[in-house]
């Protein structure tokens, strides 16, 4: 078993790609809006890893919410219709994974704690 961390950025879908980026995965249950497919530069969209529609409809990226949207969110990516997805990120971490979400405060989005995860994931 590896000690190393894992390598998982997190960027906005809308600034522009980057080489050290390697592979770029869109983690938002809504396509960004006003962006092509070429213009997003994503090598993959994940939305079945997404918070429910429930759950970020009651957050709305309110930063007072956050500890507890954080909190649902970990419980959520137990539930088994988000095991599959988080087990193939998890496939994808290595060596390097860029979650992108359209969000603007991406601390306190759903891709951070997302990214959090992942790196505290055992290595195989």
């Known amino acids: ?5 894992r390598a998982v950025n997190v ?3 809308y600034e522009p790609a980057d080489p050290q980026d390697g592979y770029r995965v869109l983690v938002d249950r809504i396509w960004p809006r006003g962006l092509t497919k ?4 994503v090598d993959e969209w994940c939305r079945d890893i997404a918070p429910s529609t429930e ?3 009651w957050y709305g990226h309110d930063p007072d919410l956050f500890p507890d949207f954080r909190s649902r969110y ?3 990516l137990e539930d ?3 095991r599959e997805a988080l087990r193939h990120l998890l ?4 060596p390097i994974l860029t979650l992108v979400t359209s969000t603007r405060a991406i601390e306190i989005s759903n891709a951070h704690v997302l990214a959090e ?3 505290a994931a055992p290595s195989a």
């Open 1 to 5: 078993m590896s000690d190393r961390r």
């Open 11 to 13: 960027r906005r879908v």
């Open 38 to 41: 070429a213009d997003a530069a």
């Open 55 to 57: 759950l970020r409809r």
């Open 74 to 76: 970990l419980t959520e």
């Open 80 to 82: 088994p219709s988000h």
């Open 91 to 94: 496939d994808l971490a290595e």
């Open 117 to 119: 995860r992942l790196r």
